[in-house]
Structure formats: C-alpha cells, structure tokens
C-alpha cells in the first residue's frame, strides 16, 4: 500500500492584480505546514508540484523546513497537469457580457459596489454562479481552456504519478483546490461536474487530502485536513 498526500497551495492574493502570489498569511501557513510535517515525520520518497507560482512557493517553503531539520525532501517534479482550470481567468474575460446580459449577475455587482462589505461575498457568489454553468457548457469562454479539458489534463497528472508510484511509498503534491477536487471525483467515480467543481469552495488552503494507493485501486482515505492551523489561520483562497 501506498499513500499521496495532496496539499493545497497557500493563501493566494485574492482580488489582487496577480493572484498567484502568496500572500503575508500564506507565507505562514506553508511555514507551519512544513514544520508540522517535520515534526510529524512525514518522510517522502517523491514529491510533484503545479507549475503556477503559488504552487511552487508553497512547495518551497515546506521543503526549507525540512532542511532547517536536516531531513531530506525530494526536489519536486512539476506537472503541467497539476496546475489549477482557468475558470478565474474565464470569468475576467466574460464578464462584461454577462452584466450586459445577465440580471443576476447585474444586481449581484451592483449591489456589491454600492456597499463594500457585500464586494467580497458577491465577488465569490459570481464566481460560483459562474462555475456552475462553465462546468456544464453552458457557457463558453474562447481562448480558455474548457473544464472538460482541464479534468483530462489532471486525470493524466494522476496517472503519470501513480505510474511512478512504487509499492509503500508516500508522495507530497503540492496543487490547488480544483485539481485536488478532480482528483476527489475521480476517486469517487462522480458524474455530477457541479459537485466536483464545488468542492472546491471547501479545499482550504495547504490542507491535506490523502489517497491509498493499491494495485489498481485510488481510494480516498482523508479529505481536507488543517490539524496544523489555528482558527485564525484557516482560509479558502
């Protein structure tokens, strides 16, 4: 038997110009992350990352903490698949027509810019008012990659990983929210892509969710887990 552990990324910067940034707060929790692990003797013959930033430096932090310790920690294998879908990226572009168009999509941003304690709960309604149509086809976006797509693209990340996967071995990779929610509906053989796409309003940030690899089978063994943040820590983007 076998076991990975997916971490998600830290605290990005949110509603900033460039998201993949770790923010102040994501900066410390990859720190905490890594002295957790280390402290819990979390020792890993394999590590991968995603190729964005955000992924990357989270990677990097925990990896300082082991060698702080003087514990070995594989150089990360980066994995294109492993990055998250463009649906933020999506949604910049198509914005502008759906509020020429679309009324809820209207009242939500108005009602958002005329108080600002509502601009950051709208912002994440419309995002999740717009997942839910992307990931069915509902809406297209040209130039991005389609939800469609990207869950191919994950699923074979997956596969290279559990091809070099070897009998007793435990392997960290360092993603995001969506990539870890595709892997959770592959686990599960869900169907539905709304509820795999809304699995991901509740990955938080450098949470662990831990597979057990044996033979063929890819079994979800813990989801989500943040034993190592306080309260004050725990954040979703």
């Not at 759906?98 to 009602?111: C, F, G, P, R, T």
């Not at 309604?125 to 717009?130: E, S, V």
């Amino acid at each position: 038997m076998s076991k990975i552990f997916f971490f998600r990324h830290a605290q990005a910067s949110f509603l900033a110009e460039n998201y993949d940034k770790l923010s102040e707060k994501g900066i410390e929790q990859s720190k905490i992350l890594g002295d957790y692990l280390v402290n819990g003797n979390y020792k890993f013959d394999r590590v991968y990352s995603g190729p964005l930033v955000r992924q990357k430096h989270t990677c990097s932090l925990v990896s300082e903490s082991y060698k702080k310790a003087k514990v070995h920690f594989p150089e990360a294998n980066i994995l294109d698949g492993l990055k998250e879908h463009t649906a933020s990226d999506a949604l910049k572009l198509i914005t502008p027509k759906l509020l020429a168009e679309d009324k809820y999509v209207q009242n939500l941003m108005s009602k958002g810019n005329e108080d600002p304690k509502l601009f950051r709960k709208n912002s994440i309604l419309l995002f999740q008012y717009f997942m839910n149509n992307w990931v069915e086809g509902k809406i297209e976006v040209p130039g991005i990659l389609p939800w469609k797509q990207f869950r191919a693209d994950a699923n074979n990340a997956l596969q290279k990983i559990l091809s070099q996967t070897n009998q007793g071995e435990k392997i960290a990779v360092f993603t995001s929210g969506g990539t870890i929610s595709s892997m959770i509906g592959d686990s599960l053989k869900v169907q539905d892509q709304k509820r795999v796409a809304s699995l991901n309003y509740s990955i938080r940030n450098t949470s662990m969710t831990t597979f057990m690899v044996s033979n063929s089978d890819f079994n979800l063994m813990s989801m989500n887990e943040v034993e190592h943040l306080d309260k004050d820590m725990i954040t979703f983007v």
